[in-house]
């Protein structure tokens, strides 16, 4: 399973790191990605990263505010997000790919139960 943390209320402008544990499984080559879902909106692709840790990909709007990374060894994946807007609330899902890439929901095997992300003042 994928366990995320990290998530809360924060005002704009803030930071908030992200983290997400796997057990029961290893994370081997799969990329790591994370997604976001806002209340009546899809989920959405925030950012992937390959098994190494040297390649990764955002969405447009997060681009130079948020960073992903994983640590094999500790078997977790984390989302570094700095100068946070209203319009990046939502709860956050880290999942675990099916091969090294991915960045649309299909391509994610398995998903946590997500962490709630509210930017307000």
């Known amino acids: 399973q994928l366990v995320e943390s990290g998530g809360g209320l924060v005002q704009p402008g803030g930071s908030l790191r992200l983290s997400c544990v796997a057990s029961g499984f290893t994370l081997d080559l799969n990329a790591m990605g994370w997604f976001r879902q806002a209340p009546g909106k899809e989920r959405e692709f925030v950012a992937v990263?390959?098994?190494?840790?040297?390649?990764?990909d955002y969405r447009d709007s997060v681009k130079g505010r948020f960073t992903i990374s994983r640590d094999n060894n500790k078997m977790t994946a984390y989302l570094q997000m700095n100068s946070l807007k209203p319009e990046d609330t939502a709860t956050y899902y880290c999942a675990r790919g099916h091969a090294t890439w991915g960045t649309r929901v299909s391509d994610y095997a398995y998903w946590g139960r997500g962490t709630q992300v509210t930017v307000s003042s």
């Open positions: 990263v390959n098994w190494s840790g040297r390649l990764t």
